[in-house]
Every structure is written in C-alpha cells, then in structure tokens.
C-alpha cells in the first residue's frame, strides 16, 4: 500500500475563525488574516466564569480536564435527592472545574 504523506497542520484558529464569522479568512490560505475575526472573543465572549452541565456514566477523575490535586478523590459531600435519593453527590464551590456530581457507584469513571 502507497499513499501520498499529508502535510499535517493545526486548524484551531480557523476553525473557531468559522464557527464565529460564519466564514473563512480572504485569503484563506493565511491563517493570521483569521485573528480579526473573532467577533465573540472580541466582545468578551470566551467561555469564562461559566458553568456547563454533563450527563455521563462517569467522570475520570485523574483527567488533566477534572483534576484538582486539592480533591484527589471526589468524596460524597451529601445524597441526591429526589427518585434516586440512594445516589451519593459531591458539591463544591472550590473545585477547579467539578462544581457538582451525582455518584451512582463511586466518584471515578
């Protein structure tokens, strides 16, 4: 099997370039022309001090997206309530970045 080698490049900018503009930069081969249009980061729109809920089975704790080397391990702060009032959940406002999670098992994925 023969096949061409691809040039690999990151597409970060243009992308989050396309996703706020609608569009691509002219030219579109020049990626700085893509840093005038960021309408939304220009406007204070990044993503900071926002909260953004999750459903999954579980969360890996030891991810470099969760962790908190001052919580090691998610201990239950409480019981959930409602139907599933046997679930365990951990609530903190000095997490990093896990402000609330509803353990069905344990805390680890």
Not at 24 to 45: F, I, N
Not at 52 to 65: A, L, M, P
Not at 80 to 88: D, F, I, L, Q
């Amino acid at each position: 099997w023969v096949d061409v080698a691809r040039t690999r490049r990151l597409s970060d900018l243009l992308a989050t370039t396309i996703a706020q503009s609608g569009g691509l930069p002219d030219p579109m081969t020049d990626v700085r022309a893509a840093a005038g249009a960021l309408p939304m980061w220009a406007a204070g729109l990044d993503g900071g001090n926002q909260t953004v809920g999750v459903v999954d089975s579980g969360i890996d704790t030891d991810s470099c997206y969760f962790w908190d080397e001052r919580f090691p391990v998610l201990e239950p702060t409480g019981q959930a309530v409602g139907r599933n009032s046997n679930w365990t959940m951990f609530e903190s406002d000095e997490h990093r970045k896990v402000a609330m999670y509803v353990m069905r098992a344990d805390a680890s994925d």
